[in-house]
């Protein structure tokens, strides 16, 4: 799926909420399929599911520099 395949299933309102989209190519598979499990075991988009999966990885990656002072 490519970025304007995405797009094309959004809400008008789901596009206002998301109004910065990132285009992205699969390049694995059983990730992706995994993605869409976990999209609908948690009812959530697959783009916020990656924002949550970022943002926790960037804090675990603030909390380690912050052990090594």
């Known amino acids: 799926m490519d970025e304007k395949e ?4 959004l809400t008008p309102e789901e596009l206002a ?3 910065f989209i990132i ?6 598979v059983d990730a ?3 993605l869409n499990q ?8 697959y783009d916020q599911l990656i924002n949550i999966a970022l943002t926790r990885f960037f804090d675990d990656i603030e909390a380690i520099g912050s ?3």
Do not use: H
């Open 17 to 19: 909420q998301r109004s």
């Open 32 to 34: 992706w399929e995994k």
């Open 38 to 45: 976990y999209s609908a075991e948690f009812s959530k988009p």
């Open 6 to 9: 995405f797009r094309a299933t």
């Open 23 to 28: 285009p992205f190519k699969i390049a694995d």
């Open 67 to 69: 052990l090594r002072l």
